[in-house]
């Protein structure tokens, strides 16, 4: 007759194995928590940005005077994942690569920014003089320049051909030379979750007409990495439950080195 009493498992057994299983229930529902709150993180991001990104599209150019006196432009920024770009974003950021020879991937491109500027000056008793190349005609040199630092500065030059002939002044010919330096100082500032583009600069006169910055970022490479179910070898030491093998349990410190099993739910 077989004695069945044998295989069954002691007192002490059942209860390291519901312990176990416990455990195991609960790493299991803490990972799900985990993950979770990482997927509600994720579409709150998501759904902010594109609130954001609509307000950015009606916003326009501000114009604001900072306490060194300069105008500073500003205005709200659009923030883009390159991985979920739409047509009529793509179709924004193809004027970028075109303009600046930017590869297809943007790889390593973290910020697209444009300004247009326009800059009202006036010249005023310029340096000329007056050349006779004949008895009716003559060569008009004019000449400028302005130096406000080594990063702001204009030169001017121009000179006319004039032609006289009784009573009457014609022109021959012209030829008019501008060159100017202007530093610009751009930043993009985060508040509120909100990026906003401001722009300045110290060269007297420049006016800007229209600002706008693309920010590009990755959700994919931020995301963390997910774990794969898969073989490993490990060391580690701890303070807990001890089967013995008299089938005792026992309480007291743990070192345990060897070949483990996970599958893809435990691992976090």
């Known amino acids: 007759m077989i004695d069945y009493k044998k295989y069954i498992p002691s007192k002490n057994t059942l209860i390291f194995i519901g312990v176990l299983v416990f455990l195991l229930i609960f790493l299991q529902q803490c990972n799900s928590n985990s993950k979770l709150k990482r997927e509600l ?11 954001n990104n609509y307000k950015a599209s009606l ?28 047509d009529e ?16 991937k943007l790889k390593g491109i973290n910020s697209l920014l444009s300004t247009e500027l326009k800059i009202k000056e006036q010249i005023i008793n310029s340096k000329n003089d007056v ?7 003559y060569k008009i040199n004019f000449s400028d320049s302005k130096n406000w630092d080594k990063y702001n500065w204009r030169q001017f030059n121009a000179s006319l051909d004039i032609k006289s002939s009784k009573n009457d002044l014609s022109v021959i010919s012209s030829d008019f030379n501008w ?26 006169g420049l006016e800007f007409t229209n600002i706008e910055n693309i920010s590009l ?4 490479l931020n995301q963390r990495l997910i774990k794969k179910a898969g073989w490993s070898i490990g060391v580690g030491g701890g303070f807990g439950l001890n089967l013995t093998p008299n089938k005792i349990i026992t309480i007291g410190p743990q070192i345990n080195i060897g070949l483990y099993w996970s599958p893809k739910w435990l691992r976090f």
Do not use: C, H
């Open 179 to 204: 060159k100017q330096g202007a530093q610009l100082k751009a930043v993009v500032l985060e508040e509120n979750g909100i990026n906003t583009l401001r722009i300045t600069s110290s060269y007297p």
């Open 217 to 220: 970022v990755n959700d994919k």
């Open 59 to 86: 916003d326009t150019l501000r114009i604001v005077r900072g306490q060194n006196g300069q105008l500073i432009a500003e205005r709200l920024s659009y923030v883009y994942d390159i991985n979920s770009l739409t």
């Open 89 to 104: 974003n793509k179709k924004q950021i193809e004027q970028y690569k075109e303009a600046l020879d930017l590869n297809k």
């Open 131 to 137: 050349i006779k190349v004949n008895d009716s005609i």
């Open 41 to 51: 993180e994720n579409t709150k991001k998501i759904s902010e940005r594109t609130f």
